[in-house]
T-cell receptor
Framework: DGGITQSPKYLFRKEGQNVTLSCEQN?????MYWYRQDPGQGLRLIYY???????QKGDIAEGYSVSREKKESFPLTVTSAQKNPTAFYLC??????????????FGPGTRLTVL | DAKTTQPPSMDCAEGRAANLPCNHS???????VYWYRQIHSQGPQYIIH???NNETNEMASLIITEDRKSSTLILPHATLRDTAVYYC?????????????FGQGTELSVKP
């Protein structure tokens, strides 16, 4: 089945530790995105990547880092510099970031809790 | 970035049409209107999108006003499984990566 997988679904970390969230897609999509969602809020864009080996900051990139070494993978690292890391993290992909048809497919999300 | 305004919540009776409004008065000529929905603790699901003309697919219809300053998402026969938060989004221009800018959405409750 084609789709986006995120693992794990729930993640717990101690304060001060870096943690990497996985996102893999087998849709052959060019563009991938990371969003953060806080309770009762909409999604906010952290980073996005339109092609391999290239990525851009979104609206709330501070305290996060990403890499795009392969087309199908876009891992997100939540660093100790992120002041409020506890949130629901969603990964998405689309065929091409700048195309007129930009349906984004979302993964199931990872709920990160920092203790 | 063009912003959208939606009512925070709405109720709809099961089997009736659900009409969800959205204002996007600052939309520019090349920006599309997208609708997504999110069932609790899941990833958002694409519903429909449009530029100028009304659109219909198997899930819903999208009505965009002639001046493009507002739109309405119509779920023709709402079911309990349509209970979700619905996001109206204006897609950013290409030089911003075509990113989707999510507001707080409308929480639709479909009641028996």
């Amino acid at each position: 089945d084609g789709g986006i997988t995120q693992s794990p679904k729930y993640l717990f970390r101690k304060e001060g530790q870096n943690v990497t969230l996985s996102c893999e897609q087998n849709l052959n999509h060019d563009a991938m995105y990371w969003y953060r969602q806080d309770p009762g809020q909409g999604l906010r864009l952290i980073y996005y990547s339109q092609i391999v080996n290239d990525f851009q900051k979104g609206d709330i990139a501070e305290g996060y880092s990403v890499s795009r070494e392969k087309k199908e993978s876009f891992p997100l690292t939540v660093t100790s510099a992120q002041k409020n890391p506890t949130a629901f993290y969603l990964c998405a992909s689309s065929i091409e970031a700048g195309s007129s048809y930009n349906e984004q497919f979302f993964g199931p999300g990872t709920r990160l809790t920092v203790l | 970035d063009a912003k959208t305004t939606q009512p925070p919540s709405m109720d709809c009776a099961e089997g009736r049409a659900a009409n969800l409004p959205c204002n996007h008065s600052t939309i520019s000529g090349n920006e599309y209107v997208y609708w997504y929905r999110q069932i609790h603790s899941q990833g958002p699901q694409y519903i429909i999108h449009g530029l100028k003309n009304n659109e219909t697919n198997e899930m819903a219809s999208l009505i965009i006003t002639e001046d493009r300053k507002s739109s309405t998402l119509i779920l023709p026969h709402a079911t309990l499984r349509d209970t979700a938060v619905y996001y109206c989004i204006v897609r950013a221009p290409y030089n911003q990566g075509g990113k989707l800018i999510f507001g707080q959405g409308t929480e639709l409750s479909v009641k028996p």
